[in-house]
């Protein structure tokens, strides 16, 4: 019973491993520092293009 336990383990191991590789990735962090910077300069291209 207890070589049983092991091998199935070890195959959801496996299978959980596979199927976590073809899940789609979530997107890289951005901190909030970041996101206000990149926000402001948006903003300002937006308001440059405005101006033209």
Known sequence: MNRQKKLQQLFKAKAKKASAKLAPKKPKYISKADRLK??????????LITEN
Do not use: F, H, I
Request: no cysteine; aromatic share 0%; proline share 0%.
């Open 38 to 47: 990149m926000a402001a300069e948006g903003e300002s291209e937006t308001s």
